[in-house]
């Protein structure tokens, strides 16, 4: 079972550039989220879907872009990196509204923006 | 926003149980309490959740104290698969309803970094 598959594993970008982290899942999950991980920040929320043509903002949305033209698939895209978004990105999904069912996270995705 | 509190590290020697606590004292009633674990490089994994009762799975068990303004994970016997750091976690309803239904956001703090000795 392959789960929630996150493409690529590791990327540098130059301020500016853009680029799109893929996110892919085969378990049929209606929900799914992207979060950023930072040293001494922990997980956070940075844009969400609750279905295929749903989206919305999370906690830190600001230089990130979304859409959910699928169920299987939800692409983060960076218009114009900025060094400020280097970080760990993890992508999850879940079957059910997330406060009573498990989150499924993808291995991430190691952007450095220099 | 409700928040936890974790202590930043504990140590446990293998087939010991570890017990690890987490203060969410501003806990509301409709929050379900999440327990994650991350394993260096890889994404969190789910361990175990729930709202007023204990709960036992094959990973885990959590303990809910009566007030619920703290909670308990318990691993009945560690191994050094379980050296990870541990995330407690308030799942709070909310977000903007889409198609009729509401997105909980759950929100990491900085969790517990478990060492476990052979």
């Known amino acids: 079972n392959a789960g929630v598959t996150q493409t690529p594993k590791f990327q540098v970008l130059k301020t500016g550039q853009s680029m799109t982290l893929q996110c892919a899942q085969d378990m049929n999950h209606e929900y799914m989220s992207w979060y950023r991980q930072d040293p001494g920040m922990g997980l956070r929320l940075i844009h969400y879907?609750?279905?295929?043509?749903?989206?919305d903002q999370g906690e830190v949305p600001n230089g990130y872009n979304v859409s959910r033209s699928t169920t299987e698939d939800f692409p983060l895209r960076l218009l114009s990196a900025a060094p400020s978004q280097t970080s760990v990105y993890f992508c999850?999904?879940?079957?059910?509204?997330?406060?009573?069912?498990?989150?499924?996270f993808g291995n991430g995705t190691r952007l450095t923006v220099t | 926003d409700a928040k936890t509190t974790q202590p930043n590290s504990m140590e446990s020697n293998e087939e010991e149980p570890v017990h690890l606590p987490c203060n969410h004292s501003t806990i509301s009633g409709t929050d379900y309490i999440h327990w994650y674990r991350q394993l260096p490089s890889q994404g969190p994994e789910y361990v175990i959740h729930g709202l007023t009762s204990n709960v036992n799975n094959r990973m885990a068990s959590l303990a809910i104290a009566e007030d619920r303004k703290s909670s308990t994970l318990i691993l009945h016997r560690a191994t050094l698969r379980d050296a990870a750091v541990y995330y407690c976690i308030l799942h709070q309803l909310g977000g903007a309803n889409a198609g009729g239904t509401s997105y909980g956001k759950l929100t990491f703090g900085q969790g517990t970094i478990l060492t476990v000795h052979p």
């Open positions: 999850a999904s879940t079957q059910g509204a997330a406060y009573n069912s498990p989150l499924h």
């Open positions: 879907s609750v279905g295929a043509g749903i989206t």
